[in-house]
């Protein structure tokens, strides 16, 4: 029986060979466009689902209330941080993200660097990004430290271990600042919404903008992202 209706449809797509093949061509065109729109949508939805600890992560807006209606935004003041830290005790953490652009020297290989970032220490108690070489806990933890993902690593130290090798940059005046390498980063996925190449510990941000003339009292001036890991995901509304 099966065999027959094999037979039959064969014959009719010899006997209307253009409707066979606009039918089919639509067919596959259709086929095609639901797995891209299925796979764009899993990637969308698997965003950040590699941390651990995603359902107590929450990252701090701010709204303004501009000529144009309220607008929200990513950044805040730095001292927002400290203040959650001292008064919200349902928070166990706090980290600090500043984005920086960074010209950087080793040897005679000088790159632009776009995606590097200013960093708390204890950013790995709050986000799963996986550490190749270092101690989590103290990477960034000393002024000048600066941490290199695996592709950047390659470009400026080849098949070198970088570990303790000294990149250099400059701020607006000119002054040379130095940064130690202390660890190596895995590639962030690109399903995360923290995209970076680089961190640099976040007591060495005061190098970069003395010079502007900025009031450096609690880095007031530099905007942040901050995000929070709370103790309890069911609380986050009391928090």
């Known amino acids: 029986m099966i065999r027959n209706y094999i037979i039959f449809a064969f014959r009719n797509l010899i006997r209307q060979k253009i409707f ?46 501009g000529g ?9 003041a730095p001292f927002v941080a400290d203040y959650i830290r001292d008064n919200i005790k349902d928070v166990e953490e706090v980290v600090r993200f500043s984005s920086l652009s960074l010209d950087l020297h080793y040897k005679d290989r000088s790159f632009k660097e776009l995606f590097a970032y ?16 270092g101690d989590s806990k103290s990477v960034l933890e000393s002024p000048n430290s600066i941490l290199l993902s695996e592709s950047i690593t390659i470009k400026y130290f080849g098949d070198e271990n970088p570990i303790g090798k000294t990149l250099t940059t400059y701020n607006k005046s000119g002054e040379e600042i130095s940064l130690e390498v202390t660890g190596i980063l895995k590639d962030t996925p690109q399903n995360s ?36 890991k709370i103790q309890n995901p069911m609380k986050y509304k009391e928090v």
Do not use: W
């Open 68 to 76: 144009k209606g309220k607008m929200r935004v990513s950044y805040t």
């Open 193 to 228: 919404h923290i995209q970076f190449d680089i961190l640099v510990s976040m007591n060495t941000v005061k190098y970069f903008v003395r010079e502007t003339g900025m009031k450096m009292i609690g880095m007031v001036a530099i905007p942040i992202c901050c995000y929070m």
């Open 118 to 133: 200013a960093c708390d220490n204890h950013v790995f108690n709050v986000f799963d990004f996986k550490l190749l070489k």
């Open 20 to 65: 066979s093949i606009i039918s089919i061509s639509g067919l596959s065109i259709g086929i095609a466009c639901f797995l891209i729109i299925t796979l764009y949508f899993q990637f969308q939805h698997s965003y950040d689902q590699f941390h651990s600890k995603k359902d107590r992560i929450y990252r701090i807006n701010k709204h303004l209330d």
